[in-house]
């Protein structure tokens, strides 16, 4: 069965530092992959996605992911963060007979801006 | 465009009592499912629907029953609530081809 790990429950960086949060799906097939940022409080929001083609994708609030299939990993970066960046981050991998509806999450990670 | 509605915001129940937590989407969107988020957990997916009158069962179904009388809502009963139903439970809705999944505020419910 797909699953996704996010090895990391909490990070902390300063503002203006960059920033990489970590993840590692298993899926047998070509996985459709996402990013989505949650505020307190708040719905889910979608950052990225990767389908297939380029490896690199650019999603919203600056923020960058890069599908490695040698690594199984979709790791998101961002080269400075805002104080806004603040919340919690989940990757999610779509599979099954659903493609890319039906979202295996990981567990999240925290994201924690010093000022 | 109101996107992907739930009520209620909030909700405490008592063992054993029964409740729906509605869902509508004015986007036409023909995919919808409801997850459940509890701490260090993510979301998991508890039932989905890909258009009206078809319905299909997530990873934690057991307990929660849907259906989907039209494309715009999608309500999740709960037959006889138990405190392991504790959670934030949101909605979401997406276009079949596309992908991209819109989420609900959420319903906090809490069972006693």
């Known amino acids: 069965a797909q699953s996704v790990t996010q090895p990391d429950i909490h990070i902390t960086v300063s503002e203006g530092a960059s920033l990489e949060l970590r993840c590692n799906y298993s899926?047998?097939?070509?996985?459709?992959l996402f990013w989505y940022v949650q505020s307190p409080g708040q719905g889910l929001q979608l950052l990225l996605k990767?389908?297939?083609?380029?490896?690199l994708v650019q999603g919203i609030k600056g923020f960058e992911a890069e599908f490695k299939r040698s690594q199984s990993s979709f790791n998101l970066r961002k080269p400075s963060v805002h104080w806004s960046d603040a919340a919690e981050y989940f990757c999610?991998?779509?599979?099954?007979?659903?493609?890319?509806?039906?979202?295996?999450f990981g567990q999240g990670t925290r994201l924690t801006i010093n000022p | 465009n109101a996107g992907v509605t739930q009520t209620p915001k909030f909700q405490v129940l008592k063992t054993g009592q029964s409740m729906t937590l509605q869902c509508a989407q004015d986007?036409?969107?023909?995919?919808m499912s409801w997850y459940r988020q509890d701490p260090g957990m993510g979301l998991r997916l508890i039932h989905y629907?890909?258009?009206?009158?078809?319905?299909d069962q997530g990873e934690v179904p057991n307990g929660y029953n849907v259906s989907r009388s039209t494309t715009e809502d999608f309500p999740l009963r709960l037959l006889s609530a138990a405190p392991s139903q504790t959670s934030v439970y949101f909605c979401?809705?997406?276009?079949?081809?596309?992908?991209?999944?819109?989420f609900g505020p959420g319903t906090r419910l809490t069972v006693t």
């Open positions: 979401a809705s997406s276009a079949l081809l596309l992908g991209e999944q819109y």
């Open positions: 899926y047998g097939a070509t996985p459709y």
């Open positions: 990767y389908f297939s083609g380029d490896t």
């Open positions: 999610a991998v779509g599979a099954g007979s659903g493609g890319a509806q039906k979202l295996v």
């Open positions: 986007m036409n969107h023909e995919y």
């Open positions: 629907s890909v258009g009206a009158g078809i319905t």
